[in-house]
């Protein structure tokens, strides 16, 4: 079973700062790795893609992934509280499918 | 631009009842989705669609069944429902694959009772 991981939060988060999120995955060959931003009560939509290890930038979100270590992370620079969202991260797991984790709550307080 | 949507948004429904969750698409997406998404659990995927008439088997399909006989409807049917059920369920599609952004409907909030 393909698994990924995340800490449910809530991660807290005063307005402005940068905001850490971390997912792991279990899966060596997964070579596809997206953030989704989940509202309450609305659906998942895509803030970012990535493939290569590395960062990878758009605007205040950099996405940041370490295969070797089987790690992925997004940074949410100058923190607002229209981010406060649950985040999703999701892992290919070579079965034409993607693997979702439980996601973690962020809350940025004004 | 409709991109993906999904009816009803809400449904209550009883014990035993079939019930049929519709998905349409605008986009030409090849890749259709259902996931279901609790608390806990996390969105598990039910079933999915490569194309027209070929379709496979998720995480979770007991006591689904699912049917494309075209590209852009992706319907999902609950053949005798169950209290386990209740769930909100979401559709999804992508363009040619699954290793590739998804995108996903508002989603459908079924009550089991």
């Known amino acids: 079973q393909k698994e990924v991981e995340q800490n449910s939060g809530p991660l807290s988060v005063p307005e402005g700062a940068i905001a850490s999120l971390n997912c792991t995955y279990s899966?060596?060959?997964?070579?596809?790795f997206f953030w989704y931003r989940q509202y309450s009560g609305k659906s998942p939509e895509l803030i970012m893609s990535?493939?290569?290890?590395g960062d990878k930038e758009d605007g205040r979100f950099t996405a940041q992934l370490n295969k070797a270590s089987q790690y992925v992370s997004l940074l949410i620079r100058d923190s607002q509280p229209s981010d406060s969202a649950t985040y999703l991260c999701?892992?290919?797991?070579?079965?034409?499918?993607?693997?979702f984790g439980k996601g973690t709550m962020l809350l940025v307080s004004p | 631009d409709a991109g993906i949507t999904q009816s009803p948004r809400y449904k209550i429904t009883e014990t035993g009842r079939q019930v049929t969750l519709m998905c349409h698409q605008t986009?030409?997406?090849?890749?259709m989705f259902w996931y279901r998404q609790d608390l806990g659990h996390g969105l598990r995927l039910i079933y999915y669609?490569?194309?027209?008439?070929?379709?496979d088997k998720g995480e979770v399909p007991d006591g689904y069944v699912v049917s494309r006989s075209k590209t852009e409807n992706f319907p999902l049917t609950l053949e005798s429902a169950t209290r386990s059920q209740t769930s909100v369920y979401f559709c999804?599609?992508?363009?040619?694959?699954?290793?590739?952004?998804?995108?996903f409907g508002p989603g459908t909030r079924l009550l089991v009772l």
């Open positions: 999804a599609s992508s363009v040619s694959g699954a290793a590739e952004t998804q995108y």
């Open positions: 899966d060596r060959v997964s070579q596809s």
């Open positions: 990535i493939y290569s290890n």
């Open positions: 999701a892992v290919d797991s070579g079965y034409s499918t993607l693997t």
């Open positions: 986009w030409s997406h090849s890749y």
């Open positions: 669609s490569a194309a027209a008439d070929i379709t």
